[in-house]
């Protein structure tokens, strides 16, 4: 929804040509941007502000100062052909605005990895594509949340050599480790991606917070950014504050393949985390699996009356646009924007309420001498998984009564032995004597 009013923007990366408001189209198959999947020469590049299209002459971005050039359209034709990871992560590598923003486990170090980093896709090992996993029918493109997500099925290509290589158990099936290994015993409540991605952005940093209130500042009447540590913008003008980390230890949920998404038409209560979006699932569903996600927090601003999320109106839509924020950092008038181009309600009046949103981690998946140590989840205290509540876990959980016949068992058992052992001597010098 935050992409209403800002389409010409947010159109650089979702896919189509000439979406910038809201008569456009969907159904017009001309609209369909087929090469930025498909093409191979590199040289092929949206530019940021054109609703989706190339630039049409050579211009300048002023959001990043780069020159953008028309393709060569004849080279670019006919360089068509299989998706590539380059084609893929133009887009879903740089979402939300930069590198590593989003996702966490999707960042420019997966555009040539060594396998330490993703074994799969690791230029120095099985050096996969996107498209290996991510097959297609009919450019339906087999993904993990969806209505029906590919988790309610699980079978492998053991099984079914035409089912969708979409998870861990398409090629590995649900007993991928050795015969009689303990961790085969985990696939039916645990994620392959659990134990196999123990940290998430190893070598780029990812965005963990984005606090909108604080943006519109300037220094000497101008706009201005602060780069951190990671090299990173702390600061923006046009964004607020932010932080970055890396080697992030992911947080844990049950997750079915489906996530439940707020709206902008959905009540909150400011007085507390907002969830913007949580993973469908829970302990006694068979399709669920523990599973790791990055979680991104942050302020945003929404209506203090009707307690609702607000459209912002950012990215100007020419010279004359009074109303964008990137233009006159005036709250205000961009929220009434955003909300009169959506149709929805406003009161106002608006604040700013901390938001949670996860983003599922699936790819990184590190070299098996690598992975998440037993000692990690089945600990006593801090554990990866002490969140994770209404089950029974060796090692975290203790249970006093259970605990107890356990001891007065171990000890019965102990005794036992050693009376045994003592009978057996005294017999053997009885009969010895005899």
Known sequence: MIAKSNEARCTSCHAGYGWKGNDFDFTDQTGVDCLVCHEQTGTYKKFPAGAGNPAPREMVFPGNGKTYHPPDWNKVAQSVGRPTRNNCGTCHFFGGGGDGVKHGDLDSSLMKPNKMLDVHMGTDG??????????????????RVYT????????????????????????????PHKEDAKANDHTDKVACQSCHVPRFARVNPTKMWWDWSQAGKKKNGKPYKVKGELERPEYDTLKGDMKWAKDVVPEYYWYNGSIEHLTVKDVIDPGKDVVINRPVGDKDDIHSRIFP????????PYDKVNKTLVVPHLFPKGPADADAY????DWGKAIAFGMDYTGLPYSGEYDFVETSYVFPITHMVAPKDNVVACKECHAHEGGRLAKLTGFYMPGRDNFRALDTLGWIVVIGALLGVVLHGLGRVFTANGRKEQ
Not at 293 to 300: D, P, S
């Open 326 to 329: 990137w233009k006159t950092f």
């Open 293 to 300: 996600f990055k979680v991104h927090r942050g302020k945003q």
């Open 148 to 175: 029906t997500p590919a988790y309610e099925h699980r079978k492998s290509l053991i099984e079914d050599d035409l089912a969708s290589k979409i998870t861990c158990e398409s090629c590995h099936s649900s007993s």
């Open 126 to 143: 099985q050096n996969f594509d996107c498209v290996r996993c991510h097959s297609t029918t009919l450019h339906n493109i087999a993904g």
